[in-house]
């Protein structure tokens, strides 16, 4: 009920500043099925309201959600976004909580990891609700069509992953002995634990260019495993520092667009069967994407092959030394732009296993969109096999206002 | 004898300066192209797409276009529907024959950036029966064109003027532009599709002038094959303001209205 009383008077403020505040957002409604055994896997009601309140040259923005879960019958609120952005002549200066979106690959994070993601669904939401806002102060200078942009996170926040019980709680492994599983050690609020980022971005007739490096926290904590004296295993989560150097482009060729993004990250802690270094190593691991895109018989295309590397690779790591995944993206409108069919392919070359993501949906006039959905998964293992079991049949109804 | 032939001399002359002075298509199109409409412009577009059965639907867009002489660079921010609200789009084309616009689009929803492929030039902007390609300024270089003849429309005296493109797979087979004499605006406008049938019609309903300059400011383009419309409006139309340089840059995009 503070809930419902908390977002009532944050409209009633909305009000109060009608003549200069934009209130925009949707109400939907989410319902999701599994194919396996026909159980309802989603049903959400979920109000979001974006206000938009600028003077001058300032302007607030908040983003409050309300989210009724009919499975856990819980109702949540929370604040996707919730900042200040002060203009400039030559810079700007945005402050709180805020999502930080870098690179140019679609539907992979290869330098988009400045804000920690949701994946308590996977990666089935839509991006802009997977990606966690943060704390942080950006600077933005622009000279031209470039951008120099600073980041300071002053306080951490780790990627949320999904509960044990949930479907999407990824395999962990067969253990020879019982496990025992820690909370993952905190990382402490203080100055010295902050993340620091800094982009270079261009944008102009040639090709579109990013430059940055980041001193980070790894927002997915290592698993630590130590042996007890009694045989059993005893996992302890841990952060740890991660910097990274990355680059991305883009560059229109013959009516057609070529990306590639990489991102190199400095001794990211990896996971190995080796309990005497507690199932640790640190590896210079290289992540990195080439895409193309073009439109064919009006039909948007785009193709990217991604790669994982890890160097100085030693047998003993749990992950691959490459690991290569393709993605594919069909996209169509149809009736004026008011149906869409959109197909989303990821397929993971290690371990032949697959992700099909397929919409339709159609946009009545008023705001209103209703889209239907099925994901599905193929394979044993991998990223996308060991969730298999967790086909899923979908429809969103939405009204925007 | 000798003021017969004087007499034909003169003739042949008056012959000669009069063939001379005619005006040829490609020169006409090349005035289309070239007529002044100010060096930037700020408008508030709406669109009003009409099906056969008489539905409406409407897009509202802010826009901002500037020519810099050897491009014109042009961002629009998206304000109706409210589920492409605050998307923007930022077109640069440029005035070197066969040289690729530039295109990027930012959605919102991905507070991202995307350069998108200026190659589906045919496909229709939001719905509409515009194409990507209609709104933008064709090179006249591009076509082959032809005066098929000089005819009264709504009350001006017009040159009619067939453009049938140099490259094979251009979405129409050819064109015929009705141009008002002396003021080089085009009046009408009639798009055959690849069969060589009558495509669309685009009709000019109203021109206003601002500052000095004839300004389209209501146009109407007619599929006839699916007796679909689209209105195109122009409001608050704003010339020769001074648009800063930094109106069509990455942090506008970003930003928005």
């Not at chain 1, 099925?33 to 607030?60: C, G, V």
């Not at chain 1, 690959?105 to 988009?112: H, K």
Request: net charge negative.
């Amino acid at each position: 009920m503070r809930k419902i009383i908390l977002l009532i008077l944050i409209m009633s403020l909305g009000a109060a500043l009608n003549s200069t505040l934009n209130q925009r957002g949707f109400v939907r409604s989410y319902l999701g099925i599994l194919s396996d055994d026909e159980s309802f896997s989603i049903a959400q009601n979920t109000f979001d309201l974006r206000l938009d309140y600028r003077k001058n040259d300032l302007n607030l923005y908040v983003n409050p959600v309300l989210k009724y879960d009919n499975l856990s019958e819980e109702l949540t609120l929370s604040l996707r976004q919730s900042y200040i952005d002060i203009y400039f002549a030559d810079f700007d200066l945005r402050i709180g909580k805020q999502q930080i979106v870098w690179g140019k690959a679609d539907g992979v994070f290869i330098t988009d990891v400045i804000s920690p993601r949701d994946l308590s669904e996977f990666i089935m939401p839509d991006f802009e609700e997977i990606r966690i806002g943060i704390n942080a102060l950006k600077f933005d200078y622009y000279l031209g069509n470039s951008t120099l942009e600073a980041i300071w996170i002053p306080t951490f926040q780790s990627t949320i992953q999904p509960d044990a019980g949930s479907i999407w709680f990824p395999e962990t492994g067969e253990f020879q002995q019982p496990v025992q599983i820690s909370e993952p050690e905190k990382v402490a609020g203080k100055f010295s634990n902050s993340d620091v980022a800094v982009k270079f971005s261009h944008l102009g007739s040639l090709l579109d260019l990013e430059l940055m490096t980041a001193y980070l926290w790894d927002d997915t904590p290592a698993q630590h495993k130590f042996l007890q004296v009694d045989s059993s295993l005893l996992i302890i989560p841990k952060y740890h520092r991660l910097p990274m150097a990355g680059a991305s482009f883009s560059k229109a060729i013959s009516g057609a667009v070529a990306r590639m993004e990489a991102a190199y990250y400095f001794e990211k802690r990896l996971h190995t069967a080796d309990l005497i270094t507690h199932g640790i190593c640190r590896k210079d691991y290289l992540h990195y994407l080439i895409g193309y895109d073009h439109n064919w018989f009006n039909v948007d295309v785009s193709f990217q092959f991604v790669q994982e590397f890890i160097r100085n690779y030693e047998d003993i790591i749990t992950k691959d030394e490459f690991t290569n995944t393709l993605t594919m993206m069909l996209n169509k409108t149809f009736l004026r732009e008011t149906m869409t069919l959109n197909i989303f392919s990821y397929y993971g070359l290690n371990d032949d296993d697959a992700l099909l993501r397929l919409k339709l949906s159609y946009d009545f006039s008023g705001g209103l969109n209703i889209l239907a959905g099925y994901n599905l998964f193929t394979g044993d293992t991998g990223n996308f096999g060991q969730f298999n079991d967790n086909d899923m049949a979908y429809l969103k109804v939405r009204l925007d206002f | 004898m000798k003021r017969i032939t004087i007499i034909l001399l003169l003739m042949l002359n008056v012959i000669i300066a009069l063939t001379a002075m005619e005006i040829n298509g490609r020169e006409i199109m090349q005035k289309v192209y070239e007529r002044p409409t100010g060096n930037d412009q700020t408008a508030e577009l709406t669109m009003i797409l009409i099906n056969s059965r008489g539905n409406e639907r409407e897009r509202l867009i802010q826009q901002y276009q500037k020519d810099y002489g050897d491009v014109e660079k042009k961002i629009m921010f998206f304000i109706a529907p409210a589920d492409v609200h605050n998307t923007a789009f930022m077109n640069w084309s440029y005035t070197e024959a066969g040289k690729d616009d530039d295109q990027w689009i930012y959605l919102p929803a991905l507070k991202r950036i995307k350069r998108i492929s200026s190659d589906s030039k045919s496909d229709y902007f939001m719905g509409s029966d515009f194409t990507y390609d209609d709104l933008g300024d064709r090179h006249p270089v591009q076509d082959e064109h032809t005066v098929l003849r000089e005819e009264e429309f709504e009350g001006e005296m017009c040159y009619v003027v067939e453009s049938i493109p140099k490259e094979n797979d251009y979405i129409y087979s050819k064109t015929i532009s009705w141009v008002v004499q002396d003021s080089w605006l085009g009046k009408k406008k009639e798009f055959y599709d690849e069969d060589g049938d009558l495509l669309k019609i685009l009709t000019v309903k109203q021109v206003e002038k601002i500052k000095d300059f004839d300004i389209i400011t209501n146009s109407e383009m007619h599929n006839v094959q699916s007796d679909h419309k689209t209105i195109m409006m122009l409001k608050d139309v704003k010339l020769d303001s001074g648009i800063d340089d930094s109106n069509f840059t990455e942090r506008m995009m970003k930003r928005g209205l």
